[in-house]
Every structure is written in C-alpha cells, then in structure tokens.
C-alpha cells in the first residue's frame, strides 16, 4: 500500500523482534520506492508499544506531503 501513496518522506521500518523480516521489508521498500538503504532506517519499537501490539509487528511510516499542505507544521519542520 506504500508503494501506491506514490511520493513519500522520511519513510521507516519499525519491528519487534523481527530484525531479519523488517531488513527485507526495508529492501524491497527501497527498491520500490527508488531510494538507498541507508534513506529507509529500520527501528526495534520499545516495550510501551509491544506491549500492544506483541511479538510480529512489522510496520511503515512516512510523511506524504501534499502540495496544499505547505503551511502545515509538517511541511515546515521538513523543509527548515
């Protein structure tokens, strides 16, 4: 579904316990996306929020800007 958003920002691969799955998903995000490696971060979330979603979560994250949107607090913290 993140591949259909079309131009994303700041995207992240967020697990727990699951390094090896979210490396791939981080792959073949990247390859999708266009982008290096080293663009996409891979982040192990903490114990507050494994403690809802247990063991297994694999998760992406981004900011999708739209151009109307330049005003907003997002867009300025990106763009500072």
């Known amino acids: 579904?993140?591949?259909?958003?079309?131009?994303?920002?700041?995207?992240?691969?967020?697990?727990?316990?699951?390094?090896?799955?979210?490396?791939?998903?981080?792959h073949d995000l990247a390859q999708g996306l266009g982008m290096d490696l080293s663009e996409l971060p891979v982040f192990e979330?903490?114990?507050?929020?494994?403690?809802?979603s247990g063991d297994?979560?694999?998760?992406?994250?981004?900011v999708r800007m739209f151009p109307e949107d330049k005003r907003s607090w997002i867009w300025r913290l990106l763009h500072a």
């Open 1 to 26: 579904e993140v591949l259909q958003l079309g131009s994303v920002q700041r995207p992240l691969v967020a697990h727990t316990r699951r390094p090896e799955q979210a490396a791939r998903l981080q």
């Open 45 to 52: 979330v903490g114990p507050g929020l494994a403690s809802h």
């Open 56 to 62: 297994g979560l694999l998760a992406v994250a981004c």
